[in-house]
């Protein structure tokens, strides 16, 4: 290539000399451009053919396309409309390059942000259109937005597993009988997972808080559905001792269900004024609870039918 370099700045040379023909600077552009060309398309199908290799060759095409560049720009000036599509299409080339290795390496343990807005960086120095620059400016701008959320991705990285547990948790009692007893189970299996997204992102974060009342909330549904079946079902003295046993259970899952982190609305309009009704019943009958127990013998609260 400086071989042909230094032929073709001799021919231009000798060109402005003798101001003999504008052949030679017709024939050194065309020769140069269609170089520049051929050139882009090997990158375009190595980038293709190996994603992971895009940093290199978006970086080697930045290099051995600065001396044509300005080879070109030299001859036909800056403004010139040859140059100056030429310098956009590398810049474009260059700037997908960047897109690409991103692209592969995003959602891997291999960080492709330097490397991504180095190449982002080299294709703005090409763009002179307004597209070009646009296209560069909007790219490192959103490439910078990621960066920045780099610690955010980094915990919700490292409570996947948990989060994945708890959906999954869902999904497996959504439709089952809505019981106390499986208000319990819900409750149970879902707390440990809870508690270790507590420990990445803390107790106030948003997305632990809505998990929690998420699970709080399908339990507490079950729990009020149940309460209410049985209730509903006493038609004789007997079967006040199995209200009482359900009671109890209820009492004791709702307990689980306040000892849990929750949305401030759910838990002021929703959970305590039926813990509330829970806990009138539980005393009302007799039956213990964790902070009191005391006995009458009547009862007419429900708690709400609305979960």
């Known amino acids: 290539e400086d071989i042909l370099q230094n032929v073709y700045l001799k021919l231009w040379n000798c060109k402005k000399e003798f101001e003999s023909d504008e052949h030679i600077a017709k024939w050194l552009t065309k020769v140069c451009v269609n170089e520049s060309k051929d050139l882009l398309r090997l990158n375009y199908r190595k980038r293709k053919e190996n994603p992971a290799s895009a940093y290199i060759v978006g970086k080697e095409l930045f290099d051995f396309s600065e001396n044509k560049l300005s080879f070109v720009k030299n001859i036909v000036g800056k403004n010139d409309l040859q140059f100056t599509s030429l310098s956009d299409k590398i810049s474009d080339e260059i700037l997908q390059c960047g897109i690409t290795y991103f692209k592969k390496y995003r959602d891997t343990s291999t960080d492709p942000s330097d490397y991504t807005m180095e190449l982002f960086i080299k294709a703005k120095k090409y763009a002179i259109g307004s597209v070009a620059k646009q296209r ?24 996947a597993v948990d989060f994945e547990k708890i959906i999954n948790i869902l999904q497996k009692y959504d439709g089952r009988p809505e019981t106390v007893t499986n208000a319990d189970n819900l409750l149970t ?15 106030n974060d948003q997305l632990y808080l809505r998990l929690s009342t998420r699970i ?28 009482k046993t359900a009671l109890r259970n209820a009492i004791l899952a709702a ?9 401030y609305d759910f838990k002021t309009n929703r959970l305590n ?10 005393r009302q009958l007799g039956v213990s609870t964790a902070s009191s127990s005391s006995s009458t013998t009547t009862y007419t609260p429900r708690p ?3 979960p």
């Open 255 to 263: 307990n689980k269900i306040k000892s849990l982190d929750l949305e």
């Open 189 to 203: 299996e879902s707390i440990p997972h809870l508690r270790n997204i507590k420990n990445v992102l803390g107790v």
């Open 216 to 243: 709080a909330s399908q339990a507490l549904a079950y729990i009020i559905e149940d309460i209410n079946d049985v209730q509903s079902n006493i038609q004789h003295s007997y079967q006040l001792n199995n209200f």
């Open 273 to 282: 004024d039926n813990y509330n009704t829970l806990a009138n019943l539980c």
């Open 136 to 159: 560069c400016e909007e790219n490192t701008d959103n490439l910078q937005e990621w960066i920045d959320e780099k610690p955010e991705r980094d915990k919700q990285k490292k409570i």
């Open 304 to 306: 709400s039918s609305q």
